[in-house]
Nanobody, 125 residues
Framework: QVQLVESGGGSAQAGGSLRLSCSAS????????MAWFRQAPGKEREGVTS???????YYADSVKGRFAISRDNTRKTLYLQMNDLKPEDTAMYYC???????????????????WGQGTQVTVSS
């Protein structure tokens, strides 16, 4: 059974940085797509960024130039480096993965079949 466990969340001041990690287990072949989503209180879950096993990445406009996604397939770990944090980045952040073959990865939640339980990020002004 594939499992995803996020870590690295916490509190930061506006302009600060945090690095999230997502440790994966329960599979042999790497997921084709991995991604980060977030959900703020009272809002719908939104896609933040995704990365293909081949390395291609995709970012939501709201985080372009501030966030960076990466993956270490050997360590089965997904990362999200978040810089220049803003109060509007406050949310529960979720790691997601999918094994279906595709040439690129979206940030649409219905395209992902495996989810972690989330880690909270709080940014104060």
């Amino acid at each position: 059974q594939v499992q995803l466990v996020e870590s690295g969340g916490g509190s930061a001041q506006a302009g600060g940085s945090l690095r999230l990690s997502c440790s994966a287990s329960g599979y042999t072949a790497s997921p084709v797509c991995m991604a980060w989503f977030r959900q703020a209180p009272g809002k719908e879950r939104e896609g933040v960024t995704s990365i293909h096993v081949g390395g291609r990445t995709y970012y939501a406009d709201s985080v372009k130039g501030r966030f960076a996604i990466s993956r270490d397939n050997t360590r089965k770990t997904l990362y999200l480096q978040m810089n220049d944090l803003k109060p509007e980045d406050t949310a529960m952040y979720y790691c997601a993965a999918d094994f279906r073959a595709r040439s690129y990865c979206s940030i649409t939640d219905s395209d992902f079949g495996v989810w972690g339980q989330g880690t909270q990020v709080t940014v104060s002004s």
